[in-house]
T-cell receptor
Framework: GQQLNQSPQSMFIQEGEDVSMNCTSS?????WLWYKQDPGEGPVLLIA?????ELTSNGRLTAQFGITRKDSFLNISASIPSDVGIYFC??????????????FGKGTKLSVIP | DAGITQSPRYKITETGRQVTLMCHQT?????MFWYRQDLGHGLRLIYY???????DKGEVPDGYVVSRSKTENFPLTLESATRSQTSVYFC????????????FGPGTRLTVL
């Protein structure tokens, strides 16, 4: 199947710092999504991107759909303790039959030091 | 306002037993999905359904069976559980017009001894 490379795998930051993470693929995706998962819970959708170059914000979170359509970026500004969790990127390639599948990255584990 | 629920939340079973994981959504979403989450592999799609009575295989369907007789329910059955099926299972749903935007349930942690 398709592979999504998500980096970094983990990061430790001080409260108040900005965070950046990204997701890349060797294939072109028509949709990029970013999810957050708290321990013991299911992933929660943060941002969905549908157009190359699109920049979308959700509070302190900003995500971008890369111009090449092979990457996406998520930034978190002024991190707070509740930002702790695992962030997943997901992409979808519209390829006709069976195109409802999302491919997920392996996640970025974020730890915030108060 | 339940959204999407899964039951049971935790299950321990033995190798060879049949196990059914339940998923129920109250949004009348057309699409429903089953994923498994394992360390080192992330989320992998097992099966999905575009509507009642329409199901299709995902990336890792072997050893699993699904059905969807009603829009709101999408049970996942492990016909003869194996230790390699020990995992956390997530159900998700999405609406017709925004099928990419999947909403996940809380998960079922399954241990096969």
């Amino acid at each position: 199947g398709q592979q999504l490379n998500q980096s970094p795998q983990s990061m430790f930051i001080q409260e108040g710092e900005d965070v950046s993470m990204n997701c890349t693929s060797s294939s072109i995706f028509n949709t990029w999504l970013w999810y957050k998962q708290d321990p013991g819970e299911g992933p929660v959708l943060l941002i969905a991107l549908y157009k190359a170059g699109e920049l979308t914000s959700n509070g302190r979170l900003t995500a971008q759909f890369g111009i090449t359509r092979k990457d996406s970026f998520l930034n978190i500004s002024a991190s707070i303790p509740s930002d702790v969790g695992i962030y997943f990127c997901a992409g979808q390639l519209d390829s006709g039959a069976g195109s409802y599948q999302l491919t997920f990255g392996k996640g970025t584990k974020l730890s915030v030091i108060p | 306002d339940a959204g999407i629920t899964q039951s049971p939340r935790y299950k321990i079973t033995e190798t060879g037993r049949q196990v059914t994981l339940m998923c129920h959504q109250t949004w009348s979403h057309s699409y429903m999905f089953w994923y498994r989450q394992d360390l080192g592999h992330g989320l992998r799609l097992i099966y999905y359904s575009a509507a009642a009575d329409i199901t299709d295989k995902g990336e890792v369907p072997d050893g699993y069976v699904v059905s969807r007789s009603k829009t709101e329910n999408f049970p996942l059955t492990l016909e003869s559980a194996t230790r390699s099926q020990t995992s956390v299972y997530f159900c998700a749903s999405s609406d017709w017009g925004t099928y990419n935007e999947q909403f996940f349930g809380p998960g079922t942690r399954l241990t096969v001894l």
